[in-house]
């Protein structure tokens, strides 16, 4: 194996994602159907340089921008939906990583991060004891890459209301896995619950966090960078799947009876199924890749010149394009079987499996508030407010 350079830039970057995506493209289905637990590609994540795409260069990471993350994270999702979305999640919670003693961390022993965070579950229970430490108790009901990480960031409030986070080492006692992850997909993630009782966390691993604040800029980035990771899920798994359509097409499926062409990859009405397919994707690209743009300038703005418009700016436009990425990711996902044909839908192939990992997680909050944002912004000119979700 040739060794990475130190600080490859973004092409580089997406060039070394395409491919490692095509080595795990080709051993996928049969991980998905032995519903393998992708550890040793959580470990070769780590050991090209992925899980530290984020951490600064001064800390010994990779030093990229969110821009080539959204993009690495496409590519995966393309391959293998499961590994992309831990991916993904594992680069939210490292993103800006600007602790230096935890980014270290994270570079020295390649760990991988994830977080017990879901807002809509009751929160972790903070009680700080005599002697200076926290103890922890509560529930999360989704905790997606919890399962395979080394460390958590899990969010709750002390007594007095103050939000607060802690930095574990997911084998403290304490810690468990309720191993209740069974949807339609996204299986191999094992995004269930976790459940922390009478859990230690020293003084030195709590602080508190900031939420809900219009004036904050760590709180006003949070959203449009997290959701702007989902729409990048969205458009992987369609290109995920249009490109297997293609290969199987062009290698497998054969001419309708009635067609005039000889293969089914000459065939007018496949080409032009195909055709459809592909435009509304650039299409989709497009829109995803503007609303990446605009969360960058955000980023790059940081705390000293970002203002609350340009945050609402960032916020429409990439509630708008998961939207948009939502909509033609589930069609994409759907008509290919329309070109590949009845044998495709073999569960030997799991071409359904672009549709289910997207389908679950397009339910992450519902698309009707994302278009009621939308339509606030479009018809009164109102930015969304600085909230979970929005």
């Not at 979305?85 to 994830?114: C, D, F």
């Not at 602080?207 to 800029?217: E, N, Q, S």
């Not at 969205?234 to 062409?261: E, K, N």
């Not at 509630?319 to 759907?334: E, K, Q, S, W, Y």
Request: aromatic residues 8%.
């Amino acid at each position: 194996m040739t060794l990475p350079s130190q600080h490859p830039g973004h092409d580089e970057w997406v060039a070394r994602a395409r491919a490692l995506a095509a080595e795990l493209a080709s051993t996928v289905v049969a991980r998905e159907r032995a519903n393998t637990p992708p550890l040793a590609q959580i470990e070769l994540l780590k050991a090209q340089g992925f899980s530290t795409l984020l951490i600064p260069r001064e800390f010994g990471g990779g030093g990229a921008r969110w821009l080539t993350a959204l993009e690495v994270v496409r590519e995966l999702c393309a391959a293998d939906g499961s590994l992309g979305v831990l991916l993904g999640y594992h680069l939210i919670s490292t993103a800006n990583m600007r602790l230096p003693e935890r980014a270290r961390q994270i570079v020295e022993h390649k760990l991988w991060v994830a977080g017990l965070a879901n807002s809509r579950d009751d929160d972790i229970d903070f009680v700080l004891k005599p002697d200076g430490s926290w103890r922890l108790s509560g529930r999360k009901t989704f905790c997606t890459g919890a399962r395979f990480a080394d460390r958590l960031v899990a969010y709750g409030r002390a007594p007095d209301g103050q939000t607060l986070t802690a930095w574990l080492p997911a084998d403290r006692a304490g810690i468990s896995f309720g191993e209740d992850w069974d949807h339609l997909g996204l299986g191999r993630t094992e995004s269930g619950s976790f459940t922390l009782t009478d859990v230690v966390a020293q003084a030195h691993e709590v602080g508190p966090v900031k939420v809900y604040d219009d004036t904050d800029f760590g709180a006003s980035l949070r959203t449009p960078l997290v959701h702007s990771m989902f729409a990048n899920y969205y458009v992987g798994f369609a290109l995920g799947a249009l490109r297997t359509a293609r290969d199987y097409v062009q290698t497998t499926t054969r001419a309708w009876h009635l067609s005039p062409a000889e293969k089914a990859s000459q065939d007018p009405l496949v080409i032009s199924q195909f055709g459809e397919l592909w435009i509304a994707l650039q299409a989709t690209i497009a829109f995803t890749d503007r609303a990446a743009g605009k969360v960058q300038a955000l980023i790059d703005a940081g705390p000293e010149h970002w203002t609350p418009a340009q945050r609402g700016e960032a916020a429409i436009d990439v509630a708008a394009a998961r939207t948009h990425a939502i909509r033609t990711g589930l069609d994409v996902t759907t008509r290919i079987f329309d070109s590949t044909g009845a044998r495709a839908t073999s569960n030997r192939n799991l071409f359904d499996r672009f549709w289910r990992d997207l389908r679950i997680h397009s339910l992450h909050d519902p698309v009707a508030y994302k278009v009621l944002e939308v339509g606030e912004y479009a018809l009164n000119g109102r930015h969304p407010r600085v909230l979970p979700y929005t």
